[in-house]
């Protein structure tokens, strides 16, 4: 097997043509962020925001180019439509707030998103469910799932395969229990790592935002990366949030990370609806007793203090656990439990915040400093 390096990626590349100019996607230096590890390659294509959707037939040619060559397993090729710098006033003034950076998603409503400031504290367990109870409510329900490096709502929905394009331009995003999703993981192997670099990141999160056939959507739930970095900042700043939503579990360390997932939110003046407490307490499956083993209330605490809402509790029970990794969520199969109830009422709450929003104005204006 030859060896994959930056040169013999260029090479190949350089005979990529673009029909327009006649010259190789290497002489008009549109590649950028070249990445290569153990035969997995992924690069960006830097274009005019114009010619994005002229510019698609290229990427795929240069995708089915690079993965010919001997060696590769996987090739990532996105499109990053950088735009000049325009020189900012030191002290932006409330009239000169830039819409255009916010771009309305057709058919959708409102769009919140489910944040965690840490991993592991089951945003994504709280992110389906809440969006099941969103649809139980009458609602017409979407999700993104924004996390690129480890998508999971193909394995929590139970579902596979890849969608489909009428035009070559927008995906069909899948469906599955009510709901139409999008997510990374329909688009590459579930044990294909992503090597992809800030900018092309937050490429493929504009595309898998704009470039998606939703349909008429109420509601939009957008599964957020854990954090605060690039990714999390874009969807933030570039895409029209109604409000957010923080999960987090009791312990002090996670609602440290939370504070700061909250914060980052007020910084882009994006509405926070409010805190779920997750893995509240444990509820034994056999006698029923309760223990707070991750102690108790912090959530509630916490929300107090920022002045923000606390949404409610949910459990750590194996049904949730089970149903999560077996992509049969509780909302939607169990609809009579418990633990379904607490999601419709956690959804019921959001959807009120979602109506306050929309009566009040035409979603939250943005101004970056």
Same mark, same amino acid.
């Given at each position: 097997?030859?060896?994959?390096? *930056?040169?013999?990626? $260029?090479?190949?590349?350089?005979?990529?043509?673009? =029909?327009?100019? #006649?010259?190789?996607?290497?002489?008009?230096?549109?590649? !950028?962020?070249?990445?290569?590890?153990?035969?997995?390659?992924?690069?960006?294509?830097?274009?005019?925001?114009?010619?994005?959707?002229?510019?698609?037939?290229?990427?795929?040619?240069?995708?089915?180019?690079?993965?010919?060559?001997?060696?590769?397993?996987?090739?990532?090729?996105?499109?990053?439509? *950088?735009?000049?710098?325009?020189?900012?006033?030191?002290?932006?003034?409330?009239?000169?707030?830039?819409?255009?950076?916010?771009?309305?998603?057709?058919?959708?409503?409102?769009?919140?998103?489910? /944040?965690?400031?840490?991993? #592991?504290?089951?945003?994504?367990?709280?992110?389906?469910?809440?969006?099941?109870?969103? !649809?139980?409510?009458?609602?017409?329900?979407?999700?993104?799932?924004?996390?690129?490096?480890?998508?999971? $709502?193909?394995? %929590?929905?139970?579902?596979?395969?890849?969608?489909?394009?009428?035009?070559?331009?927008?995906? @069909?995003?899948?469906?599955?229990?009510?709901?139409?999703?999008?997510?990374?993981?329909?688009?590459?192997?579930?044990?294909?790592? %992503?090597?992809?670099?800030?900018?092309?990141? %937050?490429? /493929?999160?504009?595309?898998?935002?704009?470039?998606?056939?939703?349909?008429?959507?109420?509601?939009?739930?957008?599964?957020?990366?854990?954090?605060? #970095?690039? !990714?999390?900042?874009?969807? /933030?700043?570039?895409?029209?949030?109604?409000?957010?939503?923080?999960?987090?579990?009791?312990?002090?360390?996670? $609602?440290?990370? !939370?504070?700061?997932?909250?914060?980052?939110?007020?910084?882009?003046?994006?509405?926070?609806?409010?805190?779920?407490?997750?893995?509240?307490?444990?509820?034994?499956?056999?006698?029923?007793?309760?223990?707070?083993?991750?102690?108790?209330?912090?959530?509630?605490?916490?929300?107090?203090?920022?002045?923000?809402?606390?949404? #409610?509790?949910?459990?750590?029970? %194996?049904?949730?656990?089970?149903?999560?990794?077996?992509?049969?969520? @509780?909302?939607?199969?169990?609809?009579?439990?418990?633990?379904?109830?607490?999601?419709?009422?956690?959804?019921?709450?959001?959807?009120?915040?979602?109506?306050?929003?929309?009566?009040?104005?035409?979603?939250?204006?943005?101004?970056? =400093?």
């Amino acid at each position: 097997m030859s060896a994959i390096n *930056e040169q013999t990626i $260029l090479k190949c590349l350089d005979q990529v043509i673009d =029909e327009k100019s #006649g010259k190789s996607v290497v002489a008009l230096g549109l590649i !950028a962020g070249l990445v290569i590890k153990e035969g997995n390659v992924g690069f960006a294509l830097e274009i005019n925001p114009k010619d994005a959707g002229e510019m698609e037939l290229l990427r795929k040619k240069c995708e089915e180019a690079v993965f010919n060559l001997p060696g590769v397993k996987s090739v990532s090729v996105v499109l990053t439509a *950088e735009q000049a710098a325009q020189p900012a006033p030191s002290r932006p003034q409330p009239q000169q707030q830039q819409p255009a950076q916010k771009p309305e998603v057709p058919g959708v409503a409102a769009i919140v998103a489910v /944040a965690s400031g840490k991993g #592991g504290v089951g945003k994504s367990t709280c992110a389906v469910n809440l969006a099941l109870g969103l !649809a139980a409510l009458g609602l017409k329900v979407g999700m993104l799932d924004a996390d690129v490096y480890g998508p999971s $709502l193909p394995r %929590m929905l139970g579902l596979k395969g890849k969608p489909d394009s009428k035009d070559g331009k927008k995906l @069909i995003p899948m469906e599955k229990w009510g709901l139409k999703v999008m997510s990374m993981g329909f688009l590459v192997e579930e044990d294909t790592p %992503m090597i992809w670099r800030g900018p092309m990141i %937050m490429s /493929a999160l504009q595309q898998m935002v704009f470039d998606v056939d939703w349909g008429e959507l109420d509601v939009l739930v957008v599964d957020m990366p854990p954090g605060t #970095g690039d !990714a999390q900042l874009t969807l /933030a700043q570039r895409v029209p949030l109604a409000g957010a939503v923080i999960v987090s579990t009791p312990q002090d360390i996670a $609602l440290i990370d !939370a504070r700061k997932g909250l914060n980052m939110f007020r910084k882009v003046d994006v509405p926070v609806f409010g805190i779920i407490e997750n893995m509240s307490y444990f509820l034994c499956p056999s006698c029923g007793e309760r223990s707070d083993i991750f102690g108790h209330g912090g959530a509630h605490e916490t929300a107090n203090e920022l002045g923000v809402d606390f949404l #409610g509790e949910v459990p750590l029970h %194996m049904d949730i656990r089970k149903t999560s990794d077996a992509g049969t969520p @509780i909302t939607a199969t169990e609809p009579d439990s418990a633990h379904a109830k607490t999601y419709r009422d956690l959804a019921a709450k959001v959807q009120g915040k979602i109506e306050e929003g929309l009566a009040t104005s035409s979603g939250p204006k943005i101004v970056i =400093e």
